[in-house]
């Protein structure tokens, strides 16, 4: 398993933006896939994005394309997530994750490292 540590989330009013950072640590991630979810209350955990370190190819749901952004810095070991244009329906508790050598990037349970989450509230 990877260490993961989430930071950035918050309180902040619809249409406004955030960005959430993991930081990973402990090993290459050159064969592994980083992904973010979210859960809110009384829903079920749900794929965000997902980014394949090596290739930087990236992944969205489609309830957050062209809003929401993965990227990461190999120097920092970090992945971002920028979130723009932030509706109330996107209140949740974020998680990190890592998964190595996965195919299906949106499916949680063949992801082995979670972080601790990361609470975001969007207000009307």
């Known amino acids: 398993q990877v260490p993961l540590v989430e930071s950035g989330g918050g309180l902040v009013q619809a249409g406004d933006a955030l960005r959430l950072s993991c930081v990973a640590s402990?090993?290459?991630?050159?064969?592994?896939?980083m992904g973010w979810f979210r859960q809110a209350p009384g829903k079920e955990r749900e794929f965000v994005a997902a980014?394949?370190?090596?290739?930087?190819?990236?992944y969205y749901a489609d309830s957050v394309k062209g809003r929401f952004t993965i990227s990461r810095d190999n120097a920092k070991n970090t992945v971002y997530l920028q979130m723009n244009s932030l509706r109330p329906e996107d209140t949740a508790v974020y998680y990190c994750?890592?998964?190595?050598?996965?195919?299906?990037?949106?499916?949680?349970?063949?992801?082995?490292?979670w972080g601790q989450g990361t609470q975001v509230t969007v207000s009307s």
């Open positions: 994750a890592a998964a190595n050598k996965v195919l299906m990037v949106a499916v949680a349970t063949l992801y082995d490292s």
């Open positions: 980014i394949r370190w090596s290739s930087g190819s990236t």
């Open positions: 402990g090993r290459t991630f050159s064969t592994y896939v």
